[in-house]
């Protein structure tokens, strides 16, 4: 199977997700990679998202060969380039700008096809998120999730995570940046301060540049002041990277709302699980 986005999953397909990811961490599917062969495509700026998948495929005993998401903005179709690729490979990970290369990827493929990040969504950074959550907090499911921000790539992946899990999924930002969905586990607000106070995990993502203002920081920033107006308990996750003074003060990074740098240690795992799913399904 490919994984392009995550409302393609099931809830089963989730838990199982976490199940492998349990596994793997105990030590289990070790060598489940020897001799298998993964194609990444990844801009040189890519630091946590392909480290762990790098790591992680090593670390069960695959290899990698990586490219430059501009090798598929040549003329070949890629319909081709896939074609052949897999006469060499077991998987194929992207990260690019455009969804529907991706997409269209996967369409002509025989092999798993994994999306590692565009600018539409970013389902293997929050399937490892909501992991994480999991595991510090039993009721993960029956918690408040707010994303504080534009809807962007982030903020979709979410939404497409509630939808999937069944999750209450609010959003906070200006008028006119809200997703355009119906769903009933989506809910749009323009008041921060209204809804933090219900808001179990607060989520942020770095800011587009026409809302780093002194204007927009003032009302949207997740400060320390906010973070304690949360129920108890409640955790801040800023998607890195993250700016303190602009989405989030360094106040609030600084205190123990903030998930931590730990928190990130399962991308890792999970990402692995997505991995053996995909070759399994």
């Known amino acids: 199977m490919n994984l392009l986005d995550i ?3 099931s809830c089963s397909d989730i838990f199982n997700i976490f199940r492998l990811t349990d596994e793997i961490k105990t030590g289990m599917h070790k060598n489940f990679l020897i001799g298998k062969t993964f194609i ?22 695959g290899e990698c060969i990586i490219f430059p998401p501009e090798a598929l903005d040549k003329k070949e179709q890629l319909t081709d380039v896939i074609k052949y690729i897999e006469n060499w490979a077991h998987g194929v990970i992207v990260r690019h700008s ?3 290369k991706i997409t269209e990827l996967a369409r002509h493929s025989n ?3 994994i999306n590692a990040m565009t600018t ?4 293997c950074e929050i399937l490892s998120d909501l992991y994480a959550i999991s595991k510090r907090r039993e009721q993960y499911q029956n918690l408040t999730y707010t994303f504080v921000g534009p809807g962007g790539n982030i903020c979709r992946s979410w939404l497409n995570a509630a939808e999937v899990m069944d999750l209450k999924f609010n959003h906070v930002c200006l008028k006119g940046h809200e997703m355009s969905c119906d769903s009933k586990n989506y809910k749009f607000y323009t008041d921060l ?6 808001s179990d995990v607060v989520l942020t993502d770095s800011l587009p540049d026409e809302l780093r203002n002194e204007q927009y920081i003032a009302k949207y920033q997740i400060t320390l002041e906010r973070m304690k107006m949360a129920p108890k308990g409640a955790m801040l ?3 890195p990277p993250f700016f303190r003074s602009e989405e989030v003060s360094e106040e609030a990074i600084s205190s123990e709302y903030f998930v931590g740098y730990t928190f990130k240690e399962d991308l890792l795992f999970v990402q692995q699980a997505v991995i053996m799913q995909c070759l399994l399904t």
């Open 7 to 9: 409302d393609g999953l």
């Open 40 to 61: 990444l495509f990844f801009p040189e700026s890519s630091l946590r998202t392909r480290i762990s998948f790098e790591r992680g495929i090593k670390d069960l005993g």
């Open 98 to 100: 455009d969804f529907l």
């Open 111 to 113: 092999i798993p096809v």
């Open 120 to 123: 539409v969504n970013h389902p």
């Open 193 to 198: 301060n209204e809804v933090i106070i219900f």
């Open 237 to 239: 996750n800023p998607c």
